[in-house]
């Protein structure tokens, strides 16, 4: 039987051309039911407060870079979304006195105008989000050289390298976006041998960091969370980090606070990477398929999804 056309943009996949059923199940899970999910290689984790919540997330930094020795270089993987977890990381580091010598940081994506990255004065680059609320902050004495940053660049090769180089992802951290991705993992778009089905799992994991297009929902949710609004603002492409990598990641730790995705997305997810419902149109449920995955919620943000009129 033929997929259903997508309802937000007919000439790209997403988690609208689910069947209604799984759609039905997830939107009836209720806080404690999707706690409930849990199962071995994935877990559900909450937080009663939004300090608590970005503290623990501050800390998954801590950790990783504690693992770093000259012998045995580690680091962690950080998104843009959420960013308010970066100054808590620098004033840890800080408090600590926590030599970061040996620590590594990749960043997950950025944005691509031209078929080039922005530069760091671009007001959305992600690079300078990453620099101003965490890395400039930290003491100079403590903080790790510039060649244990690893930012990607439309040019992929060295950043691609550096997750062979010798060097453990720890954790890779990551939000979810109102199209059910991580970093910029997107749908694909509806054309060529991919017009009638969406990747297999199996095909979409093969992918690894690259430039791509963005769905219409991430161009209009960046505008959103970060330009006011503005879609005129929003680059229509952007490098991301690949599943290719993000299986190099020892655990993988997605965050939703309950600003970049709904009170749906939030559970629909979760309830495919419990019941190992891996479908490419919804990139995030792939992660059903790694060995160490945790979410963490933000009780405050999970809502609900019952019908309310504003």
Same mark, same amino acid.
């Given at each position: ?53 970005? #503290? ?72 300078? #989000? ?12 403590? &903080? ?7 930012? !990607? ?47 297999? !799992? ?9 430039? &791509? ?98």
């Amino acid at each position: 039987m033929p997929r259903k056309q997508s309802v937000l943009a007919p000439d790209w996949w997403d988690y609208t051309t689910l069947e209604r059923d799984l759609i039905e199940a997830a939107a009836r899970l209720t806080p404690e039911s999707l706690r409930k999910l849990s199962r071995p290689g994935f877990r559900v984790v909450f937080y009663d407060t939004l300090e608590e919540f970005y #503290c623990a997330e501050a800390l998954e930094y801590i950790h990783a870079w504690k693992e770093a020795t000259p012998d045995n270089p580690a680091g962690i993987c950080g998104p843009i979304g959420p960013t308010e977890q970066l100054p808590l990381v620098a004033r840890i580091v800080n408090e600590m006195g926590l030599k970061l010598h040996h620590a590594h940081f990749w960043g997950m994506d950025e944005w691509v105008i031209g078929g080039r990255e922005v530069p760091v004065t671009h007001p959305l680059s992600f690079e300078r #989000c990453d620099r101003q609320l965490c890395f400039d902050r930290i003491n100079p004495r403590l &903080v790790m050289p510039d060649s244990n940053l690893h930012f !990607p660049k439309a040019d992929t090769r060295d950043y691609r390298a550096s997750w062979d180089a010798g060097v453990r992802c720890v954790v890779m951290q990551g939000g979810q976006g109102d199209i059910k991705h991580w970093a910029f993992n997107d749908p694909l778009p509806r054309r060529g041998r991919h017009k009638h089905a969406p990747p297999t !799992p199996e095909e979409y994991r093969r992918l690894a960091t690259r430039v &791509v297009d963005l769905h219409p929902v991430t161009i209009a949710q960046n505008a959103r969370t970060s330009g006011g609004g503005n879609v005129t603002l929003v680059p229509q492409q952007a490098i991301t980090v690949g599943p290719v990598e993000t299986w190099k990641a020892q655990k993988v730790s997605i965050w939703h606070a309950g600003t970049h995705d709904n009170p749906f997305g939030q559970r629909l997810t979760a309830f495919m990477i419990s019941k190992k419902l891996a479908d490419s149109a919804v990139p995030m449920s792939l992660l059903a398929d790694h060995p160490n995955v945790q979410f963490n919620y933000y009780r405050g943000g999970l809502g609900t999804c019952d019908v309310s009129m504003h």
